[in-house]
């Protein structure tokens, strides 16, 4: 990971799920809107190392290997989700 900037954390959830459970200053663009949104997630990564994000860590997985494929450099998945993040990080997230 670049040392210097903060990564994007890019949360790649339904609306639904984000009503339940979020973490503030988190990008929301959902897993099927990914590839329309290649663009602006190439200006994100310009500046920071991307971390995707989604419920238990499966979707996020697929969305960064679809990254990596697609020439995006430094794309790491958070294991675990919101799910690993509420029970290791911050408990008062809930899980749902």
């Known amino acids: 990971m670049r040392s ?15 009503q339940l459970a979020a973490l503030d200053g988190a990008v929301n663009i959902p897993m ?5 949104r290649l663009d602006e997630l190439r200006d994100l990564q310009a500046c920071a190392d991307l971390v995707v994000m989604c419920h238990g860590g499966r979707r996020s997985e697929t969305i960064a ?3 990596l494929q ?25 899980v749902y």
């Open 65 to 67: 290997r679809f990254l």
């Open 32 to 36: 099927a809107l990914v590839p329309e």
């Open 70 to 94: 697609h020439d995006f450099e430094q794309v790491f998945n958070l294991d675990g989700g919101i799910t690993g993040w509420s029970e290791q990080v911050d408990q008062t997230i809930p």
């Open 4 to 18: 210097e900037t903060p990564p994007v954390l890019l949360d790649v959830r339904e609306q639904w799920e984000l």
